[in-house]
């Protein structure tokens, strides 16, 4: 198992050298060159990881992807602690094989997103009730706020956390006697002190952040089941097939176990699991559910998947974790997750357009090359785009020869220098994918605008995006600070 987690490691440190940005990673870069308290899209922590890892490896594709490496290292040994205290060493040895083998969580391993933080930081929260149910000691209490906070400063979606402590607390009587513990309402207020800077951001920043997050909920088309059958075949992809039927047994199992035999370690588990599950679930029926927000509960996941594994097969003998469903379970997963590793280094199939989602990674240093030349022959200062994607691809690029602005939704750079006001008074290169592109958005902006030509992202020779280039002079300062 410790074979397989260096392994798996030392894979993910070349593939993250090697690979482009996405489009989300190259923005969250931008969070990094000016660490803050808290951002528009989300909390802070991602922002500062990247930060870290680029004092440590530099301003790289591996330098930002730093964290996600090691926290992808860190993790299993966490769910292995977890499980083990839960449901004993051959349920935890189970579920660390199960979790390298889950597609998303090895895709999550080398891409660096706000879901990287909130999934480690949950899981630490997950290992320190464990500890906590175990050793009965009030003390961890104080490291279930500290991991609570920091997850907090994570992602919202960690909220969740604090609502499973909360359903677990309430449904057992046995953990009523926590309430008079001083203990419990410190970590409550740990994990509140943690969170400020949040608050702080949001407060001087009209709430932004806040209401774009949880604008959504609630917010979408009439009742589909759509969106749900969409959730549900994507889940059985990123766990792969027979991992994801096996912790749907398992699941079912720990809920049957945590209601009827009031087995604690399956109430820390299903508490740990339904409502954010259920959150997600009912949220599926009328908007989409991203696939990445599972995210948080796969290792969990992976647990369920074990406890039902260990009832249906006999390991091969002593010191083996997995019998012959067990080996074939996770050998699936890894083929999966192997062959999304190598589609990404090495498309296996060449796709014009953007329908593949690792086209994002691929051909940016050429498309960059081009903006520069036109830029230079029109004698532009700096480059004028209208999307976070396109302004952190080739702000990460062009690095040290033209500024990139974006034109919109300018709350996403308050926390960066602002771009001297001499180079803004220059003419201007505005460059966006052509379907983004607006000319009445420039007319707003610039008192002339001339499209130049169109240009085209490719690689090996097939196209991905065209681009649209417009020279664009006089900017209206007013309008780009509303």
């Known amino acids: 198992m410790l074979a397989a987690i260096l392994g798996t490691t030392l894979a993910r440190l070349w593939l993250a050298g ?23 899209d989300h909390p802070p922590m991602v922002g500062w990881m990247i930060a870290a890892g680029r004092r440590i490896a530099g301003d790289s594709p591996l330098g930002i992807r730093l964290a996600a490496i090691l926290v992808a290292l ?19 040895r189970r579920a660390v094989w199960i979790a390298l083998a889950m597609p998303l969580l090895a895709v999550g391993a ?32 104080l490291a279930v706020g500290l991991f609570a906070g920091l997850g907090l400063l994570s992602k919202y979606s960690n909220l ?68 749900f059958a969409e959730l549900v075949g994507g889940s059985i992809g990123l766990m792969s097939p027979v991992v994801a039927i096996l912790a749907a047994l398992g699941l079912v199992k720990v809920v049957r ?54 009832a249906i097969e006999t390991p091969r003998g002593p010191g083996h974790a997995l019998g012959s469903l067990g080996r074939w379970a996770i050998g699936l997963g890894f083929l999966f997750s192997a062959l999304l590793y190598w589609h990404a280094a090495q498309p296996l199939v060449q796709v014009s357009g953007q329908r593949d989602p690792t086209s994002q990674v691929r051909g940016w240093s ?3 090359a081009e903006v520069e030349r036109l830029r230079v022959s029109a004698g532009a200062c700096w480059i004028a785009t209208s999307s976070y994607a396109t302004t952190g ?19 996403r750079y308050v926390h960066l220098p602002a771009v001297d006001a001499a180079v ?59």
């Open 74 to 92: 860190l993790g299993p040994l966490v769910l292995w602690r977890t499980a083990g205290i839960l449901f004993g060493p051959s349920v935890a």
């Open 257 to 310: 176990l945590a209601s009827t035999a009031k087995d604690q370690s399956s109430a820390l588990v299903a508490a740990g699991m339904l409502p954010f599950l259920a959150y997600l679930l009912l949220h599926s029926l009328h908007d989409r559910v991203q696939a990445n927000w599972m995210a948080p509960l796969y290792p969990s996941f992976a647990v369920c998947a074990a406890v039902a594994l260990g």
């Open 393 to 411: 691809q080739l702000a990460y690029a062009l690095k040290d020869t033209a500024p990139v602005v974006q034109l919109t939704e300018r709350v």
């Open 366 to 368: 050429e498309l960059a």
């Open 110 to 141: 080398v891409i660096i997103t706000p879901d990287t933080p909130s999934v480690f930081f949950w899981g630490l929260a997950g290992w320190a009730l464990a500890e906590l149910h175990n050793s009965r000691n009030a003390n961890w209490w």
């Open 160 to 227: 969740f956390v604090g609502a499973s402590i909360v359903l677990w607390l309430c449904l057992l009587r046995t953990n009523w006697t926590w309430f008079r513990s001083w203990q419990l309402w410190a970590g409550g207020a740990l994990a509140f002190l943690l969170t400020l800077p949040v608050l702080i951001w949001n407060a001087e920043h009209d709430w932004a952040s806040l209401a774009k997050q949880f604008g959504r909920v609630g917010h979408g088309r009439q009742i589909t089941a759509v969106y």
């Open 18 to 40: 090697s690979l482009g940005l996405t489009d989300d990673e190259a923005y969250y870069r931008l969070w990094a060159l000016a660490p803050a308290m808290s951002y528009f």
């Open 424 to 482: 803004l008074k220059c003419p201007a290169l505005y460059v966006e994918l052509d379907r983004r592109s607006s000319r009445s958005l420039l007319q707003q902006h610039f008192r002339t605008v001339d499209r130049l030509q169109d240009i085209t992202r490719k690689h090996g020779g097939v196209p991905l995006a065209s681009y649209a280039v417009y020279l664009v002079t006089g900017l209206d300062a007013a309008a780009l600070q509303r």
